[in-house]
């Protein structure tokens, strides 16, 4: 079991960047394929980037492509992600999760089992 916290949301504007962070308890983190996952109002949670255990292969949702980065530091026991021209559309509640079932590319929340109590982040048109 890994504790995750996720910090950094809050309200933009469109175009704006914001960063959210994910910090993660123990001394196992480097085992974790770690991810971001959001969910809007009224919509299911859906996948938005993921990385590998050694951060070496990072991974994203078409709709998030080249506007987010995601990375990861195995000696702080953190993941990040930079998210560049923000929309409207990408106001959610986004939430750190951390995968033990191996290493690889998850893009479905049950591959995940360890979870962030999540955080809002809300862009304004």
């Known amino acids: 079991q890994v504790l995750l916290v996720e910090s950094g949301g809050g309200l933009v504007q469109a175009g704006d960047s914001l960063r959210v962070s994910c910090a993660a308890s123990?001394?196992?983190?480097?085992?974790?394929?770690m991810g971001w996952f959001r969910q809007a109002p009224g919509k299911e949670r859906e996948f938005v980037a993921g990385?590998?255990?050694?951060?070496?292969?990072?991974y994203y949702a078409d709709s998030v492509k080249g506007r987010f980065t995601i990375s990861r530091d195995n000696a702080k026991n953190t993941m990040t992600l930079q998210m560049n021209s923000l929309k409207p559309d990408d106001t959610a509640v986004y939430y750190c999760?951390?995968?033990?079932?191996?290493?690889?590319?998850?893009?479905?929340?049950?591959?995940?089992?360890?979870w962030g109590q999540g955080t809002q982040v809300t862009v304004s048109s």
């Open positions: 999760a951390a995968s033990s079932r191996g290493d690889g590319t998850f893009v479905r929340d049950f591959m995940y089992d360890n």
């Open positions: 123990g001394r196992t983190f480097s085992r974790y394929v």
């Open positions: 990385i590998t255990r050694s951060g070496g292969y990072p």
